[in-house]
């Protein structure tokens, strides 16, 4: 009796529900149930359509299903969407465009590390936590110290119409678009390691249920209630806001919003302030801020950095170290570093034979169908490219 056949057949059983028979199941995925009781008892093998139905039908990963590990090239995706009024719901309208961005994202991390990315540790559960492991004043270098505490990639693409996190095997990725607006760029930070601690890349079909949590993580995580509450809102000036603004990292909106959450009602000047824009409201209030580390020099600096491509150095680094090799593609070095593919130094073959191998490695790397038929995004859905 084959134990790994057995031990396939043990996954099966330990993920039916409850009264979920195997003579059900067995119907389910168009085997007999007797062929599904020898199968589930290592007595035949499973085939190939018999797995996938399986794993479909129960809601769980094929390559778990055989493996009993967790995929390391198993892709999720859970997006930020915006609200219509007109519709009166939130929605992606960039989605099928930014799809192509991210299969790009997807190859790179596949050329860079083949076997699967390190995986990116559990997340704490309260936004508490994860502010005590960022540290104080974490929202200056916010991508930076997310990288830092939690080992989840933070890249900035400027093609991207809106922002996106992935797990990508076991890594956590965010990523942004570029915006001066870097208040913009801190709450998508927030958001998108809300749907991270929250487990909303394991979802199904409910991809927009889950952005109202997601804003609450983000709002207790930049605005908690406690350092709200400590500010007397019936009596702060202009300069005190914006301080409070610029400390924070949001905007004013999100402040504006925060405030309407916990039924705080600032006084009337104070209400108008906060109907401004948030670039406005600080450089209104430039000159006394310089002393406070807001002056101008400080408010360009971050919508300087907020604009900016970025990838992480260290998947630069193991990317260049495969092209330089002849392992990855140098098409996808090139659009990381955003430059002609030509200036990539990559080996070139001595001979009419090494040619003829090298185009053989590259011809052999699988397709972007083949990568699709792989890939599982979730939006909460889990639905693939």
Do not use: C
């Amino acid at each position: 009796m084959d134990q790994q056949l057995l031990a396939v057949g043990e996954r099966i059983r330990s993920q039916m529900p409850p009264g979920l028979s195997q003579r059900r199941l067995a119907g389910l995925v168009d085997m007999t149930p007797d062929a599904l009781s020898r199968a589930l008892n290592g007595q035949r093998g499973f085939s190939s359509i018999e797995l996938a139905s399986l794993a479909d039908s129960l809601g769980v990963d094929i390559y778990w299903l055989i493996t009993g590990r967790a995929d390391p090239l198993r892709v999720d995706v859970a997006a930020r969407h915006f609200w219509d009024p007109v519709q009166a719901q939130r929605v992606n309208p960039g989605r099928e465009a930014d799809d192509k961005i991210l299969e790009k994202v997807v190859a790179v991390y596949r050329d860079a590390y083949p076997d699967g990315p390190s995986v990116s540790p559990d997340l704490p559960a309260e936004p508490g936590a994860v502010r005590s492991r960022l540290g104080r004043d974490f929202v200056r270098r916010f991508a930076e110290q997310i990288e830092a505490a939690f080992a989840i990639d933070v890249l900035r693409i400027p093609e991207l119409s809106t922002d996106y996190s992935l797990r990508i095997g076991g890594r956590s990725v965010i990523l942004l678009t570029s915006t001066p607006n870097w208040f913009r760029n801190n709450w998508s930070v927030a958001h998108e390691l809300g749907h991270l601690v929250l487990g909303h890349h394991a979802g199904r079909g409910v991809e927009k249920a889950n952005e109202q949590p997601a804003d609450e993580f983000a709002a207790a995580l930049l605005l908690p209630e406690d350092r709200v509450r400590e500010i007397n809102w019936s009596h702060i000036d202009g300069t005190e806001l914006a301080k409070f603004v610029w400390d924070a990292g949001v905007s004013t909106e999100a402040l504006r919003n925060r405030l309407r959450k916990l039924r705080l009602k600032p006084h009337a000047d104070a209400s108008a302030a906060l109907e401004q824009p948030t670039q406005h409201l600080l450089r209104r209030h430039l000159t006394t801020l310089r002393g406070y580390g807001a002056g101008v020099d400080a408010v360009v600096e971050r919508e300087a950095e907020s604009t900016g491509r970025m990838f992480p150095i260290r998947l630069i680094a193991d990317l260049s170290h495969r092209v330089r090799s002849g392992q990855a593609d140098p098409a996808a070095l090139a659009w990381v570093l955003n430059v002609p593919v030509d200036e990539i130094d990559f080996p070139e073959p001595d001979d009419e034979a090494a040619s003829r191998e090298y185009e053989e490695l590259l011809a052999a790397r699988p397709s972007a169908a083949a990568w699709n038929d792989k890939l599982r995004l979730s939006h909460g859905n889990a639905a693939p490219w």
